[in-house]
Nanobody
Framework: QLQLVESGGGLVQPGGSLRLSCGAS????????IGWFRQAPGKEREGVSC??????LTKYADSVMGRFTISRGKATVDLQMNSLRPEDTAVYFC???????????????????WGQGAQVTVSS
């Protein structure tokens, strides 16, 4: 079974940057759509950004548009986060789907495999 591992979380000041990476333990991410999601305390999990298996289709939440960039590498799918704000503080999860919905690329129920999450804290 595909096991996802997130890395790169941490504490950063407002306006700073972090880069999250999602990898697969013992497997390849080839052929999977990958999504980044986040969950802040007391809030529902939400889609942040998603990318299809080829990298040709990406989707961003309005709240991160222009600040976050998702990309696919050889073995990882990365989320570059710039101009971070306190409201970006959350646990960030990566997830994989065999098929990406064209209508709702970041719909949570399309994603079958989930990582354990990485904490991102934006605070001065």
């Amino acid at each position: 079974q595909l096991q996802l591992v997130e890395s790169g979380g941490g504490l950063v000041q407002p306006g700073g940057s972090l880069r999250l990476s999602c990898g697969a333990s013992g497997f390849t991410l080839d052929g999977y759509a990958i999504g980044w999601f986040r969950q802040a305390p007391g809030k529902e999990r939400e889609g942040v950004s998603c990318i299809n298996h080829s990298g040709g289709l990406t989707k961003y939440a309005d709240s991160v548009m222009g600040r976050f960039t998702i990309s696919r590498g050889k073995a990882t799918v990365d989320l570059q986060m710039n101009s971070l704000r306190p409201e970006d503080t959350a646990v960030y999860f990566c997830a994989a789907a065999k098929v990406m919905s064209i209508v709702s690329p970041c719909a949570l129920n399309n994603y079958e495999y989930w990582g354990q999450g990485a904490q991102v804290t934006v605070s001065s």
